[in-house]
């Protein structure tokens, strides 16, 4: 079980222990803690969070920035992969495709569902899909975040 799914698991019955436990995956990997994102669900293959509207945010126009978006797809992709992950096997973001729907205004609600493993043999490609909702539900934006899976080294 990867570390982030144990500490989800452990923390995140509560708000303040999924706040927490976004908080500890943010030092494990400092970048998104620029977004500030809240993890709402982590399941193998699966990773919901949210991120608020606000200024640091924000682009010119007062919206959600569209990288702010991506590093919220990047940031479900990498959990919801992480958390498929048996031991011996490792993963790495590859690529990422994103459509900007609308002007994401608001608190963003973010899914990301992996495609199964399947079989990896010495390294595949897979893919997670990411949608991103605003506070009507309505599609802002999506992703599909390819990963690269692979053996660990020895």
Not at 23 to 47: D, K, M, N, T
Not at 84 to 90: D, E, L, S, Y
Not at 91 to 117: C, E, H, Q
Request: net charge positive; with cysteine; charged share 20%.
């Amino acid at each position: 079980m990867s570390a982030a799914l144990k500490l989800h698991r452990q923390l995140g019955t509560s708000a303040f222990g999924r706040w927490l436990a976004s908080q500890l995956i943010g030092f494990r990997a400092p970048y998104f803690r620029s977004i500030a994102p809240l993890l709402v669900r982590l399941e193998p293959g699966v990773c919901d969070a949210t991120i608020r509207h606000r200024w640091r945010v924000q682009n010119h126009i007062g919206t959600v920035h569209a990288i702010a978006l991506c590093n919220l797809a990047e940031f479900c992709a990498g959990l919801a992969t992480d958390a498929a992950m048996t031991p011996g096997i490792r993963w790495i973001p590859k690529g990422m495709t994103v459509r900007y729907l609308k002007k994401a205004n608001g608190r963003m609600f973010a899914s990301g569902t992996l495609d199964s493993i399947g079989e990896i043999g010495s390294g595949a490609d897979r893919i997670c899909t990411v949608e991103v909702r605003d506070s009507r539900g309505e599609i802002v934006f999506d992703a599909k975040v390819t990963m690269y899976i692979s053996p660990s080294k020895a």
